[in-house]
């Protein structure tokens, strides 16, 4: 599994508002989440995304509601991993459920900066910002959570 995109990078202490403001929340429409992914911090994200992206965000990313539109938006915006110094604890486990791709990895945080080319090897862990040469290293995730993201979501994984 890899990722291959360029970087948009954001701050210390993301919270759900932000990557998808309250006033959209009447829809479960995952398009419609994503034209507005990040709009309140980045009005010009949703026209810079291609898929196969990556998101930088600094400390504490995904704080605040346990909401999962935030990483529905995400990945809907065709962003294919999320990488941070640390994620609020139940933003990690709902981006996990629903098939985002995150990885902490504060080195590689501090070390790509926005428009960065940026290449993800998910099995080894290994985060490789083109642009500068320089290679970090996130601990790869374990192969439950490689089959949940591989399949889309937790539900699409469970066997019948």
């Known amino acids: 599994m890899n990722a291959h995109g360029f970087a948009h990078k954001y701050g210390n202490n993301v919270d759900t508002d932000v990557i998808i403001p309250a006033r959209y929340l009447n829809t479960a429409d995952h398009k419609e989440l994503?034209?507005?992914?990040?709009?309140?911090?980045?009005?010009?994200?949703?026209n810079k995304v291609n898929?196969?992206?990556?998101?930088?965000?600094?400390?504490?990313?995904?704080?605040?509601?346990?909401?999962?539109?935030?990483?529905?938006?995400?990945?809907?915006?065709?962003?294919?991993?999320?990488?941070?110094k640390s994620f609020a604890r139940i933003f990690y486990r709902n981006s996990i459920n629903i098939g985002l791709a995150i990885?902490?990895?504060?080195?590689?945080?501090?070390?790509?900066?926005?428009?960065?080319?940026?290449?993800?090897?998910?099995?080894?862990?290994?985060?490789?910002?083109?642009?500068?040469?320089?290679?970090?290293?996130?601990q790869p995730f374990p192969p439950f959570i490689k089959e949940i993201i591989a399949k889309n979501g937790l539900l699409n994984s469970i066997k019948k």
């Open 34 to 46: 994503a034209a507005h992914c990040m709009e309140d911090i980045d009005k010009e994200f949703v």
């Open 51 to 84: 898929n196969g992206d990556i998101m930088i965000g600094g400390a504490n990313f995904g704080c605040g509601s346990s909401r999962e539109h935030a990483p529905i938006a995400i990945k809907e915006s065709g962003i294919a991993c999320v990488i941070a």
């Open 103 to 138: 990885l902490e990895c504060p080195e590689a945080s501090e070390g790509i900066e926005n428009g960065d080319e940026v290449k993800i090897d998910f099995d080894n862990g290994v985060i490789t910002n083109v642009t500068s040469g320089k290679e970090f290293k996130a």
